[in-house]
């Protein structure tokens, strides 16, 4: 059996609820929309093969297909194992002929299988949305890698990886780290998770947030965007931060700034989203309320220590759908959401479409590219080209209906100039 005979899901039913859902999306991405009457007649893409290890939601479908009709051949993995939406997996094969290799809560070894069902295409562009593609090419498949024409990156853990390749000469294309442009992280990371983590935890927990204590664990872009959306709805907010520049910030956004164990045993709420591992920890779990909900919003699925949350407990049962309960031996009951997997996917649908529309706006223009400067990229990781990044946020604020105002001829002198003074 091949892995696309045993992987790609092929539902009708699924399939039509996905297709709604993809169309659903489809109206609020007019960036996307305007690369995508370009491409239709541009054809930047053409005849390129493009494998792309995302979040497999009704957005990313909206991306596979603008890379499609702007010539690609495009298959899609997941990028995380809870992540997956199936109805949009089952629509994207079936209605819009895209083969995803993906389905929610597959385990370690499938999800890698998925992985190489994508490599077997033998992609000459990657994307990808916390590197697992890139470094399971550039480990297992080295000779594959030197073909490869380049690559983008999604998000800050995955920019994160490909730094240290670069670092450590490892890297064997160029690629794009797609979080670094302004009109990804400055939205996405900061609207999006902020909106999207709130949405998780609801979902899965239908508790108030109004007068709750909660716990924001990292001040990053995300860290911010939660704290924010958390505080808009009522909780009262506590961060935990190690950058003494990110705490001070925390703190005079108005935030109460502590250390780990003592937020621990006062929250009610705990959000993490640093990119670190166990950032909370052995002692700090041991701190824990009673009836405490836990989540995380990082890529992985390690800043909560899940193993010694098992040690310490008596037992474990799902008591809701995305709910885990652990019962420790002392009898305080711990709760944790979408197994410890960033919880905006795990429990929710991820981002809204909005902010996504700009971030994969950056992914497909990015993509075209590495394609247009194919031969002329050393092995490095790039920032998106300014011109990219600004034509992003112009359309976006075209379709907004909004103005922006321009440099007269005098002021753009004035800037560029040093003699005068006072
Ligand atoms: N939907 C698709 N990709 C996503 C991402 N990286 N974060 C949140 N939601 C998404």
């Known amino acids: 059996m091949s892995n696309l005979d045993c992987l790609a899901l092929k539902d009708e ?34 005849g390129i093969r493009i494998a792309a290890c995302l979040h497999i939601s009704a957005k990313t479908a909206n991306l596979a297909r603008v890379l499609k009709a702007g010539g690609a051949q495009v298959v899609l993995c997941a990028s995380n194992p809870l ?74 853990t995955g920019v994160i990886r490909l730094r240290a390749m670069a670092r450590d000469g490892a890297l064997k294309y160029p690629l794009v780290a797609v979080n670094d442009a302004l009109t990804k992280h400055f939205f996405d990371n900061r609207y999006g998770t902020g909106q ?51 705490a001070l910030e925390a703190w005079m956004d108005g935030h109460e700034v502590t250390g780990m164990k003592d937020a621990a045993r006062r929250a009610d709420f705990i959000v993490t989203a640093t990119g670190n591992i166990h950032v909370l920890g052995k002692d700090s779990l041991a701190a824990l309320k009673d009836g405490v909900i836990l989540a995380n919003s990082g890529h992985f699925n390690v800043e909560i220590d899940i193993p010694a949350l ?60 590495l394609v247009s400067q194919r031969g002329n990229l050393k092995p490095d990781v790039y920032r998106v080209p300014r011109a990219i990044d600004e034509r992003v946020a112009r359309l976006k604020l075209a379709a907004f209906g909004v103005q922006v105002e321009e440099l007269t001829e005098e002021q753009e002198r004035y800037l560029a100039s040093w003699e005068s003074g006072t």
């Open 196 to 246: 999207s983590t709130i949405d998780g935890i609801l979902r899965a927990t239908n508790y108030l947030l109004a007068g709750s204590v909660f716990v924001v664990v990292g001040y990053g872009w995300c860290g911010r965007g939660i704290a924010t959306r958390a505080r808009g709805m009522g909780a009262r907010v506590i961060v935990v931060e190690a950058d003494p520049f990110k």
């Open 310 to 369: 098992e040690a310490q407990a008596r037992t474990r049962r799902i008591v809701r759908e995305n709910v885990e309960e652990f019962v420790l031996h002392d009898g305080r009951r711990i709760y944790l959401l979408g197994e410890g997997r960033l919880v905006n996917l795990a429990c929710g649908e991820g981002h809204p479409v909005e902010v996504m529309d700009l971030s994969f706006a950056n992914q497909a223009l990015a993509a075209a590219w």
């Open 13 to 46: 039913d699924l399939s039509k609820k996905g297709e709604q859902r993809i169309e659903w999306a489809w109206r609020k991405m007019p960036v996307l929309q305007q690369i995508r009457r370009e491409w239709e007649e541009k054809q930047p893409l053409k």
């Open 83 to 156: 992540s997956t939406q199936d109805d949009i997996a089952a629509a994207l094969n079936v209605v819009y002929g895209i083969p995803v290799y993906a389905r929610r809560g597959v385990d370690k070894e499938t999800y890698y299988r998925q992985i190489y069902a994508a490599l077997d295409t033998e992609p000459q562009i990657t994307i990808d949305d916390g590197a697992d593609l890139v470094t399971t090419l550039h480990k297992e498949r080295p000779a594959q890698a030197l073909q490869v024409i380049g690559g983008t990156e999604e998000t800050t």
